[in-house]
């Protein structure tokens, strides 16, 4: 009598796939999402895309979504064309969502760190590592956007909206900070 061993499910992943501005599009990433799934015969669960700041805390509804669906197990894993589209938070902050996804089965991959599908001893270091790269990227961003905007006011050039002019659609206030 011959043992009858199906064949392993394919991995259910999710997509995710996130842009810092309005001005820039989820499209570049999705193709090689989806191929880097077909090549190895997993299936796309769910996307997830959204244009938010990986730097304000709360403002990134769909990964809160992604997280809230891994612990239902929804699917198997997350594939983000690279680990700074999760967060740009710094060592910390992504290894404690790899932890809490990993806590419920989920893996993390990533399309430009291939490390992160083949897991070892070293994977936290490595996590925390490009954590920091992407935290130091951003901040020294930040910094020459600062000078820039410094360089422009030392030439008499007056920043913002003109005095008196009205939003042209609502803020959204759901993060706004209330005072105590």
Known sequence: ??????????????????????????????PALEAWC???????????QEAESAWKDGHQSELAR????AQQRRYDAVLVWSLD?????GPL?????????????????SVQEPFTEYPSEITDVLL???GWVAQFESKHRSERTKAGLDRVRSQGVKLGRPKGSADKKPRDRRYRIKPH
């Not at 061993?5 to 999705?30: C, G």
């Not at 992604?66 to 669906?69: E, F, P, Q, V, W």
């Not at 589209?85 to 938070?89: I, N, P, V």
Request: aromatic residues 12%; hydrophobic residues 45%.
């Open 1 to 30: 009598m011959t043992m009858f061993n199906p064949a392993p499910k394919p991995l259910r992943v999710a997509l995710y796939m996130r842009v810092s501005t309005d001005e820039q599009n989820v499209d570049n990433q999705r």
């Open 128 to 130: 925390a590592f490009y």
């Open 93 to 109: 902050p992504i290894l404690s969502l790899h932890h809490k996804l990993g806590t419920w089965g989920v893996r993390v991959f």
């Open 66 to 69: 992604l997280i809230a669906a």
């Open 38 to 48: 077909s090549q190895r015969g997993y299936s796309v669960a769910v996307v997830y």
């Open 85 to 89: 589209r999760l967060t740009r938070g």
